[in-house]
């Protein structure tokens, strides 16, 4: 900075921001496209047959990246850093001597709004799961260290859901908590994405918002996501990525203790299939086998998703690395807006109301345009940047929380260039 001009710079939100949180954001919103690009974008069940169209090897490909390196791993990225946010946010407030549950719960009350919109839009919306569990969140804020420590990781590995599940297994022989009939769902969902018009498609995501809620029961999402939560909270109250240098240490040993679970889970689970596959068991008359096999999943993509933040982490403290990774910041520090907008490009790529390419394009194909489309991602948030101080919907969202309208555009000095 020039000496003596300091003073007289424009205003600069967020000025204090982590550019690593930036890059991870970037990096599961990348992920998130992928798994839903993958099948269309359907935000829920399809019929089995449909997942079977395409066969060649540049789908094997893209569904085999999917099903090992995607699935359940990106979200679990987005939300311990929606905690870790939360723990930066509230930090703030406290040091403002601003009133904390009122000042983020009207927060959440707007996204809140944003998310019902965007289910309307397209079923498969995660704001209106975060906002209830942010609401819970504010009740462990005052947690110790140690019961976050704990809570986190027996959610994160979906323990109590795994208990439930045994309970129904012994009391109901069956592994589902809340029974659906995915056939019937599936087949309505078919003909909303194929034919559905706009106003059929609305009435549909409101109908089902019980059965994203189930899939939340079922899964155990709902567990795993408020887990990561509470793990990005504690990871912001012991301040790890505001000085990620120093605690190197920690994130090697994370890192390289979630690789020795990642192998032993994958082992575990090689040497199970196979042997399912000798024995000729059927999941679905077996649910203990569907329940083990479920439960060594968990440690998979748990240890898989720590693997990704503290590997990404380290890479940023190498100069090389972190100008590679730097153009996923500009999409990380405009999340909110990336994200919903992923949403409109899905619907109008491949649903009825928009090209209508559902099932004539092949996953393999899906995948390729998942670059493209996140690739232009890149290119136009770091050109808005340049020019905004906040993406669109987040200033939406940061001047309904202020009730004041927040400077859009960025004021620049004669001969100043902005980054």
Request: charge should be positive; include cysteine.
């Amino acid at each position: 900075m020039i000496k003596g001009l300091s003073m007289s710079l424009p205003f600069t939100p967020d000025s204090d921001r982590i550019i690593t949180l930036d890059v991870l954001r970037g990096f599961a919103l990348f992920g998130i496209l992928y798994a839903h690009m993958i099948f269309w974008y359907a935000g829920g069940p399809l019929p089995e047959e449909t997942y079977q169209l395409y066969k060649d090897i540049g789908s094997g490909i893209a569904i085999g990246t999917y099903m090992i390196f995607i699935i359940s791993k990106f979200f679990a990225i987005f939300s311990f850093l929606f905690g870790l946010s939360f723990y930066i946010q509230i930090d703030k407030l406290a040091q403002r001597h601003q009133p904390i549950v009122t000042r983020f719960a009207w927060r959440l009350t707007i996204l809140g709004v944003i998310g019902i919109l965007h289910h309307i839009f397209w079923r498969a919306d995660i704001l209106t799961i975060y906002v209830p569990l942010g609401f819970l969140l504010l009740f462990f804020r005052n947690m110790s260290n140690k019961t976050l420590l704990i809570v986190g990781s027996l959610l994160v590995l979906n323990i109590p859901t795994k208990c439930a599940e045994l309970i129904s297994i012994v009391v109901r022989d069956q592994l589902q908590l809340i029974q659906e009939d995915h056939k019937a769902a599936g087949a309505a969902y078919y003909e909303i994405i194929k034919h559905g018009s706009f106003s059929q498609m609305f009435q549909h995501n409101i109908h089902a918002a019980s059965e994203k809620f189930n899939y939340q029961i079922n899964s155990g999402r709902g567990f795993i996501t408020f887990g990561f939560f509470l793990l990005g909270m504690l990871a912001g109250r012991m301040q790890y990525f505001s000085h990620i240098e120093q605690h190197r240490p920690l994130f090697v040993s994370v890192l390289k203790r979630s690789a020795w679970v990642l192998l032993t889970a994958l082992l575990v689970g090689l040497a199970f299939s196979a042997s399912s596959f000798i024995l000729k068991i059927d999941f679905e008359k077996a649910p203990l086998a569907g329940w083990t096999g479920g439960f060594i999943l968990e440690f998979f993509n748990a240890s898989l998703t720590l693997i990704y933040i503290t590997g990404i982490s380290l890479l940023m403290l190498k100069p090389k690395w972190e100008s590679r990774l730097k153009p996923l910041a500009s999409v990380g520090k405009m999340a909110l807006s990336t994200y919903l907008t992923q949403s409109v490009i899905g619907v109008f790529l491949f649903f009825n109301v928009g090209f209508g390419l559902f099932t004539l394009t092949s996953p393999g194909q899906n995948a390729l345009l998942c670059i493209v489309i996140f690739t232009l991602h890149i290119f136009i948030c770091r050109w808005w940047l340049k020019h905004f101080n906040y993406g669109p919907v987040e200033w939406l969202w940061r001047s309904a929380t202020d009730l004041k309208w927040k400077p859009l555009i960025k004021q620049q000095l004669p001969g100043l260039k902005t980054e």
